[in-house]
């Protein structure tokens, strides 16, 4: 069945790194994908989202572009700060499309 | 932003009990979900609801279990009788198109359900 892959389950950075986020689905067509950001007591907040090859999706500076050929929606980020620090969730809508299979999250601590 | 709220946010009951969690959606919002996170695993879709009724559900959302919004209030998920495999946080989710393409999904903060 389709699924979404997310490799890193803790990253931990300094303010100022880049960031990578690696996110890989498989699933037929063009699913849609997104990215959310859940910080501690709250639920995932929605940061942004792509759905055909090669478009870019970017929010609060971060962004991901889809692409169909490897399968990936990696998120990044040129310069991360401390605020940053929360759970990152790669997601992918379902074939009917009335629902998004979330990622397993990936945990991001940014320290000064 | 628009905000989804979930009460209670945490819920302690005994195992074949019956327990109501409580969601107030966006109020413009037309579709409404229902997620379990088990601590450490994945955030997983439960069902979907449209227009009164069940659009979509997936396995994990047993016989046990049941969705419903009277009269435009609460979007409630029952589990009765509740087993103890359903300790879990359950997160609510309301948008106003279809949330698997187009709509941005808003999350509520959860309810962490603890079966004894």
């Known amino acids: 069945g389709d699924s979404v892959t997310q490799t890193e389950g803790q990253v931990a950075l300094s303010e100022e790194d880049f960031l990578t986020i690696h996110c890989n689905y498989s699933?037929?067509?063009?699913?849609?994908l997104f990215w959310y950001v859940q910080y501690p007591g709250e639920g995932p907040q929605f940061l942004f989202r792509?759905?055909?090859?090669?478009e870019k999706g970017s929010s609060r500076g971060f962004e991901a572009t889809y692409d169909k050929g490897t399968t990936s929606f990696h998120l990044r980020k040129a310069s991360v700060q401390e605020s940053d620090s929360a759970v990152y969730y790669c997601a992918l809508g379902s074939n009917s499309g009335t629902y998004q299979r979330f990622g397993t999250g990936t945990k991001l601590q940014v320290v000064p | 932003g628009p905000k989804v709220l979930q009460i209670p946010s945490h819920q302690i009951i005994d195992m074949g009990q019956m327990v109501t969690l409580n969601c107030d959606p966006v109020s413009n919002h037309l579709y409404f979900y229902w997620y379990k996170q088990i601590l450490g695993q994945q955030m997983e879709f439960l069902v979907n609801?449209?227009?009164?009724?069940?659009?979509?559900k997936s396995k994990l959302f047993k016989d046990q279990f049941s969705v419903e919004r009277p009269d435009g209030s609460y979007f409630t998920l029952k589990i009765q009788p509740t087993a103890l495999e359903d300790s879990a946080v359950y997160f609510c989710?309301?948008?106003?198109?279809?949330?698997?393409?187009?709509?941005?999904?808003?999350f509520g903060p959860g309810t962490r359900l603890t079966v004894l």
């Open positions: 989710a309301s948008s106003l198109g279809l949330g698997g393409r187009y709509a941005e999904q808003f």
């Open positions: 792509a759905s055909r090859d090669k």
């Open positions: 699933a037929s067509g063009y699913p849609a």
């Open positions: 609801f449209y227009n009164g009724k069940v659009m979509e």
